[in-house]
């Protein structure tokens, strides 16, 4: 009687453990292969464990067949399930895990023989209250039954071996199921002997080592699930190596990326120096390298407990290929932008003041052919001067400098430009206040007024020039009139769709318009901002 009691015990605990585990499971765990095929795992066992309850208080024939039947859809699904949570959980090859799958319908097999055994008594010779005696088929699903665990155990232990240290949860994972498994062993071979069925009270030691797997080492809980998956998942080739350097982890881009085996960090550098063609070491944080036509970059980190001891380095390798001919068309780019700059520049600089230059040496020769010197002395110092101004704006359009004295307000910049000018009578209008708001545009209406005059004085023939400002308080207009010979279709070349471009940078909007025989016309509006 205390026999019974104590194995009842037993029998509630490791029921009691193994709902409560699949409970867990449930709560914590996600919708995968794996987890569903673990919860079977659990409750093929739930099913044995139910079974030796109700075989010990079972007083007649049939309810012991009732009992037995239980307990065997446990058994029959419990091997075929292990083997193939196994596979999922080891990672085995896609194909094998394929084939795993019809294991199933092995087990149907088994349960099949079983309850049909009235009819060809292969699997019980005798079944019955007072004894039981087996047949063929029983040591025959015995076999089968060790065969799959092992194998089961044995996928664990290759795949999730770290060089001859076998991982935590395989090494749990794995007593779960031997444990058991050799206490039938001896128990079948008579070593050890027992009024009761012994097996599947050790489940109870199994619940123990699972549950340790489940809550210390995270076997099926959602976060790493995610975690792994996203790692397996990523592009970023990532594997991870304890303090002695030996690889525990290689997500399935770093398979990808070296195919090559290796154990050792030395080993991974070595590996990718052969792959690149380059000398590759890990002794700085990061590093890059090329294979074929694709570019790489190395980043070595240091993973820290909350002490602060170093417990593992994660290496990462990303292809910046993208990034790498980005960065290169992006420099091209800039010299090609710096390039047009500067011809902006130069053509807008140098053509205005060799303009006032030619305007000064034509006065010049005008003055000399009438005889009067008086003021010669005057526009030789002028040429001199522009002479000089120019040579300096061409080195500051080269060097990216720019003399700002004059940039203090628009009509100033205005006025320098026209307050230079000999041959062409320039009359300014300014109208409305200007204030700190329109400091924003002054380089570009200087810009766009020296290109305007500095065309007039070249193509148009023009006595006079007229040029407008308006402040209105909303937007900045400006008016550049000249009474030149004009044209009859206006092509933009560089001076006019650089005025274009500096304008509409700003959000405003140009117009140009001629007829031919009555001048060219400039109008330029700027918007900003109200005070």
């Avoid at 044995?48 to 239980?70: A, E, G, R, T």
């Avoid at 309850?115 to 063929?136: A, D, Q, V, W």
């Avoid at 088929?137 to 039954?145: C, D, E, G, S, V």
Wanted: hydrophobic fraction near 45%.
């Amino acid at each position: 009687m205390a026999v019974k009691i104590l194995a009842t015990a037993l029998l509630i605990i490791g029921l009691t453990g193994m709902l409560g585990t699949v409970g867990w499971i449930l709560s914590r765990g996600n919708k995968n292969k794996m987890t569903r095929l673990f919860i079977v795992c659990q409750m093929s066992i739930v099913m044995w464990l139910v079974s030796q309850l109700l075989i010990l208080f079972s007083v007649n024939d049939m309810q012991l067949k009732i009992s037995y039947l239980i307990g065997y859809v446990g058994i029959c699904c419990f091997p075929s399930f292990w083997l193939m949570f196994s596979a999922e959980y080891s990672e085995t090859s896609a194909k094998f895990r394929k084939m795993a799958d019809f294991l199933p319908i092995l087990s149907v097999v088994m349960y099949a023989a079983i309850i049909t055994n009235p009819l060809h008594k292969l699997y019980y010779r005798e079944f019955g209250i007072n004894g039981i005696s087996y047949g063929m088929l029983f040591y025959i699903f015995q076999l089968l039954f060790y065969i799959f665990i092992i194998w089961g155990i044995s996928l664990m232990f290759i795949r999730h071996s770290k060089g001859k240290v076998i991982s935590a949860q395989s090494m749990f994972l794995a007593l779960a199921a031997l444990v058991p498994l050799m206490i039938n062993m001896l128990t079948l071979c008579g070593v050890i002997k027992s009024e009761i069925e012994l097996t599947p009270l050790f489940f109870a030691f199994s619940v123990i080592m699972v549950l340790v797997a489940i809550r210390r080492y995270g076997l099926l809980d959602i976060n790493q699930i995610a975690i792994q998956d996203t790692f397996d998942n990523i592009e970023t080739a990532a594997a991870v190596f304890d303090t002695e350097g030996n690889v525990t982890y290689r997500n399935k881009a770093m398979k990808t990326l070296v195919s090559a085996e290796y154990s050792h960090i030395s080993e991974l550098c070595s590996a990718l120096s052969e792959l690149s063609g380059e000398v590759i070491d890990f002794t700085g944080n990061s590093a890059e390298f090329s294979v074929e036509n694709e570019r790489y970059s190395v980043k070595k980190s240091l993973i820290l407990n909350e002490l602060g001891t170093e417990i593992a380095e994660i290496v990462l390798i990303s292809n910046i290929t993208e990034y790498f001919e980005l960065a290169q068309t992006e420099k091209k780019l800039s010299i090609e932008h710096e390039r047009n700059r500067i011809a902006q520049e130069i053509h807008d600089s140098a053509g205005h003041t060799f303009t006032m230059i030619s305007s000064l040496a034509k006065i010049t020769q005008t003055e000399l052919k009438s005889g009067k010197f008086t003021e010669i002395p005057q526009y030789i110092a002028e040429i001199d001067g522009l002479s000089r101004s120019g040579i300096t704006q061409l080195r500051c359009s080269i060097n990216n400098l720019r003399d700002d004295e004059f940039m203090t307000s628009v009509t100033r910049a205005v006025k320098t430009v026209t307050d230079a000018v000999r041959t062409v009578d320039i009359d300014v209008c300014v109208q409305g206040t200007e204030d700190s708001r329109y400091a924003f545009c002054i380089r570009q209406i200087y810009d766009s007024v020296k290109e305007t005059v500095t065309n007039t004085m070249r193509y148009s023939s023009a006595e006079r020039i007229d040029i407008i400002i308006k402040f209105l308080g909303d937007r900045l207009e400006l008016y550049i009139f000249d009474n030149g010979k004009g044209c009859g279709k206006i092509k933009e070349n560089n001076g006019l769709s650089g005025i274009r471009r500096r304008i509409e940078d700003l959000g405003g909007t140009v117009k140009f318009s001629s007829v031919e025989g009555e001048g060219f016309t400039t109008m330029i509006k700027i918007p900003v901002e109200k005070g």
